[in-house]
């Protein structure tokens, strides 16, 4: 079945670093591909999502590239700041509609 | 996107009572599912809950246990039945719209079981 493997956390950075955070999925066909971000207390906010290969999501400064041949969707960042301390879900839907399925979530902290 | 509430946003309940939790959305939708994240996890589908119909759940989950009902294109409820400590989560409902291929999601019910 389908699945998705983030790197493991917790991640800690300094204010204005560069910022990647690993995807991998594994899926039959062509799925789409996104990154939920989960502040502390509050539900999933949709942060950008990518729908076919080579096909670059952005939103608020992040960026990821959906790479068919490495089966990748990074998340990367090139200056984080304190607000962007939360947890970070790479997620796959095999079409429009249909469950998503999560990756296990990379709390991220952001020291000033 | 649309806005989703979801009602309650927390409670803590006694072991072997049920809960219902109430997903209102502010435009009809196409799709609407249920979602559970356990303590420090990541987010699991119970099932999608469809408009007219019983729901289907994923494997894992029935129905004696999480009955869901979907009247209309904007509203949905998930009763959490005969709760145990196990069943202490945040629970919540996304939505979507078919061709629109992005699920948004409510701000969840955090769920304690004593």
């Known amino acids: 079945g389908d699945s998705v493997t983030q790197m493991e956390g917790p991640v800690t950075l300094s204010e204005e670093a560069f910022l990647t955070i690993n995807c991998t999925y594994t899926a039959t066909g062509y799925p789409s591909l996104f990154w939920y971000v989960q502040y502390p207390g509050e539900g999933l906010q949709l942060l950008l999502k990518?729908?076919?290969?080579?096909d670059k999501g952005s939103n608020k400064g992040f960026e990821a590239t959906y790479r068919k041949e490495t089966t990748s969707f990074h998340l990367e960042k090139g200056s984080v700041q304190v607000s962007d301390s939360a947890v970070y879900f790479c997620a796959l839907s095999p079409t429009s509609g249909s469950r998503l399925t999560f990756g296990e979530g990379t709390q991220l902290t952001v020291n000033p | 996107s649309a806005v989703i509430s979801q009602k309650p946003s927390r409670d803590i309940c006694q072991r072997g009572t049920s809960l219902t939790i109430q997903c209102q959305v502010d435009?009809?939708?196409?799709?609407m599912f249920w979602y559970r994240q356990q303590p420090g996890q990541s987010l699991t589908l119970i099932a999608t809950a469809n408009q007219g119909s019983e729901a289907t759940y994923e494997s894992g989950f029935v129905i004696d246990k999480f009955p869901i009902s979907r009247p209309n294109l904007t509203f949905s409820t998930l009763t959490v039945s005969n709760m145990s400590p196990e069943d202490s989560s945040i629970y919540l409902c996304?939505?979507?719209?078919?061709?629109?291929?992005?699920?948004?999601f409510g701000p969840g019910t955090r769920l304690t079981v004593l």
């Open positions: 435009s009809q939708v196409t799709m």
């Open positions: 996304s939505v979507e719209d078919v061709g629109h291929n992005e699920q948004f």
């Open positions: 990518a729908t076919k290969a080579d």
